[in-house]
């Protein structure tokens, strides 16, 4: 699998292989330090909703294909979801047409 670079690139191909439901892309600036020097960069947070029985495999679609070597990932549980939403979420993360 090819790597992706833009972030509206990782949303669409996330939707398209049903991994995610929704991927939304919130522009951000971040403050860290790399490679021993403190850096600010103009970055894009991409908040992707999926079901929790899909999370694994979209860590790993991640690993692969983001061009960070250091993507962050973090993974809230669905605990706390609404109910329709997280309806629909599933039946969006599932194979189909």
Known sequence: MTTVEAPSDLGRRLVEERLAACVQEVPITSTYR????VTRAQEVLLLIKT?????DDVVRWLERNHPYDVPEIMVLTEAEAF????????DETR???
């Open 34 to 37: 790399w490679d021993g020097e």
């Open 95 to 97: 194979p189909g047409p």
């Open 83 to 90: 109910g329709s939403y997280l309806s629909w979420l599933v």
């Open 51 to 55: 079901a929790g029985d899909r999370g």
